[in-house]
């Protein structure tokens, strides 16, 4: 059985910091894509950042130059360290573990709420 457990999200300050983790089981970790996605109310999901099995990294627009995704492989876990945070940032934030192109083998977290308020 595959799980994907995210933590860390909370209520922070406009110019604050959280960091978020993701633990992953059931699955060769090592092998996977793994991605930070958020979603606002009333707004489609978005790719924060994604980082490959082989280490390639891609930023959303919007984070690059405050967010920072890293994983290990060895703890089966992937960060996603969230500096300057803004309002625009209030966001339900999901982990999702993806492998493959022609069959998919796709895992999301149940999420975690990132709310950036004074």
């Known amino acids: 059985q595959v799980q994907v457990v995210e933590s860390g999200g909370g209520l922070v300050q406009p110019g604050g910091s959280l960091r978020l983790s993701c633990v992953v089981s059931g699955v060769i970790f090592s092998r996977y894509t793994m991605g930070w996605y958020r979603q606002a109310p009333g707004k489609q999901r978005e790719l924060v950042a994604g980082?490959?099995?082989?280490?390639?990294?891609d930023y959303g627009a919007s984070v690059k130059g405050r967010f920072t995704i890293s994983r290990d492989n060895g703890k089966k876990t992937v960060w996603l360290q969230m500096n300057s945070l803004n309002p625009e940032d209030t966001a339900d934030y999901y982990c999702?573990?993806?492998?493959?192109?022609?069959?998919?083998?796709?895992?999301w977290g149940q999420g975690t709420q990132v709310t950036v308020s004074s």
């Open positions: 980082i490959t099995s082989a280490g390639t990294i």
């Open positions: 999702n573990a993806r492998l493959g192109t022609a069959v998919v083998y796709d895992y």
